[in-house]
């Protein structure tokens, strides 16, 4: 079955240390994304990706950074720069035309240590 | 600048009782619009979406959202709660046009009770 894997389930972060929080999909999306999901926030975008070696800042991208080297792949690096990243991490893909909706994975949840 | 408001942060209904969560926009032109569900430590995942034609759409698990201009509102309805439709529910709204932009509103946490 196509969908969106996302890994791992949770993760661990010690100050001053960078972690990468993997994304693949087997279905085709042209367009990728990253939202960090905070309690009574909801949603909000980090970075966004329409096509392969193309990404854009999305509304909250200080302290992240992204890569997009294959259509399947869409990493997310917390860098030590974000003091906050304690959060629930959301990665979803979407055609990218139209009306086309975005299909979620099950999320990183990250920590500090 | 779209954006989505969903007033009710928590909801409380019990099982078997019908179930209507709310949803406004802002949006300049014709929008898109969804409901997400999403169960605690999960991802979210698509109920129904609304682009065009019927005001009235129906999604999975017997819910169904109706679209009212006038209101800028999407509510989502449900005649009976079951147990398992305790999650949270996200509203969203997508551009027509460009880069698909989607705001989603803050959420509502819906308990079920025997």
């Known amino acids: 079955d196509g969908g969106i894997t996302q890994s791992p389930k949770y993760l661990f972060r010690k100050e001053g240390q960078n972690v990468t929080l993997s994304c693949e999909q087997n279905?085709?999306?042209?367009?990728m994304y990253w939202y960090r999901q905070d309690p009574g926030q909801g949603l909000r975008l980090i970075y966004y990706?329409?096509?392969?070696?193309?990404?854009q800042k999305g509304d909250i991208a200080e302290g992240y950074s992204v890569s997009r080297e294959k259509k399947e792949s869409f990493p997310l690096t917390v860098t030590s720069a974000q003091k906050n990243p304690t959060a629930f991490y959301l990665c979803?893909?979407?055609?990218?035309?139209?009306?086309?909706?975005?299909?979620f994975g099950d999320g990183t949840r990250l920590s500090i240590l | 600048a779209q954006s989505v408001t969903q007033p009710d942060i928590h909801i409380t209904v019990s099982e078997g009782a019908s179930l209507e969560l709310r949803c406004n926009y802002s949006?300049?032109?014709?929008?898109?619009l969804f409901w997400y569900v999403q169960s605690p430590g999960q991802g979210l995942q698509l109920l129904l979406k609304?682009?065009?034609?019927?005001?009235l759409v129906q999604g999975i698990k017997g819910f169904e959202a109706e679209f009212k201009r006038s209101q800028s509102s999407f509510n989502l309805r449900k005649p009976s709660v079951h147990w398992s439709d305790a999650a949270e529910y996200f509203c969203?709204?997508?551009?027509?046009?460009?880069?698909?932009?989607?705001?989603f509103g803050t959420g509502t946490k819906l308990q079920v009770i025997p």
């Open positions: 979803a893909s979407s055609i990218g035309q139209g009306s086309s909706p975005q299909h």
């Open positions: 279905l085709n999306h042209d367009a």
């Open positions: 990706s329409q096509i392969v070696n193309d990404f």
């Open positions: 949006y300049g032109a014709t929008p898109y």
């Open positions: 609304y682009f065009s034609g019927d005001t």
């Open positions: 969203a709204v997508l551009n027509s046009g460009g880069y698909q932009k989607v705001t």
